[in-house]
């Protein structure tokens, strides 16, 4: 159901990949609220060609750019400029550790594959808002959102430096979102919940953490489409004063010590101990 949110709002969405990606859904969502954007993505995943499938469902201009260049960006908001004027929103769903891609431990950390997955995950983030910032691109009112995980407060087995990289993509946000506020503009990140996404899939123990969290969230697992829905609402204008906030979406887990469900399975392995 379409409530017309975003009708006459303009944007960037930046990440998606398939139909697994949060940002996908995000994309088809916003359109069906009304809103019209450039979905950009790195060249390699262009060259994969299944977002020209998403573009044209949702109407879209697909214009590639790597986040982690600010000439990329440069080009990527004179031309969104060009087309719309200012614009509304922008999100960043981008993250990607070569540590975690290529299975190095935490405690054996390659430094050079560190500071690639900071500079992809967290710093590209700054250099968005950077490059939007100089523009003075962005409408008052506008909206800014990030994707992290809860891994930047709490520690998760094998989320490897992802989590570091969330944790400073968090302060990004914060500190940013500070000067962004003086142009009436509201920055925040999402910590969804885990979410098999091309992404997520590949975290060691990935469906461990995805059945753990399903098990321990009042109100079960938040889905791609149920973060698309929350994205939407941050794009609105119903949400013009929520700002410098790390909004969790994960059905209750970041609020939960133990759920009984998980306790009932602890304590039926001791009786059959």
Sequence with gaps: MSYGLLKGKKGIIFGALNE????????????????????????IALRMGELNGLAEKTGSEVIGADATSVED???????????????????????????????????????DWLEKGWDISAVSFHKVMRVAWEKDCMNEWGSILALTYI???????????????????????????????????????????????????????????????????PLGNATALDCAN????????????????NLFHDGGFSNTGVSQKVVDKYDAESKNS
């Design 151 to 217: 891994a930047a407060q709490r520690t998760f087995p094998d989320y490897n430096d992802m989590a570091d990289n969330k944790a400073y993509l968090e302060s990004i946000t914060r500190s940013f979102g500070n000067y962004w506020g003086a142009r009436k503009v509201r920055v925040n990140t999402i910590s969804q919940s885990p979410t098999p996404t091309t992404a997520g899939s590949g975290v060691k123990g990935f469906g461990g953490f995805l059945g753990y969290a399903d098990d321990m969230s």
């Design 20 to 43: 697994q990606s949060i940002a996908w859904k995000v994309a088809e969502r916003c359109h069906e609220e009304g809103a019209e954007f450039i979905l950009s993505n790195a060249p």
């Design 73 to 111: 960006l440069e080009k990527l908001f004179d031309a969104a400029v060009a087309k719309y004027g200012k614009i509304d929103f922008i999100l960043h769903s981008i993250g990607m550790s070569v540590n975690v891609r290529k299975g190095k431990h935490y405690t054996e950390m390659n430094y």
């Design 230 to 245: 929350y994205c939407v609402s941050m794009f609105s204008d119903l949400t013009q004063k929520v700002t410098m906030q």
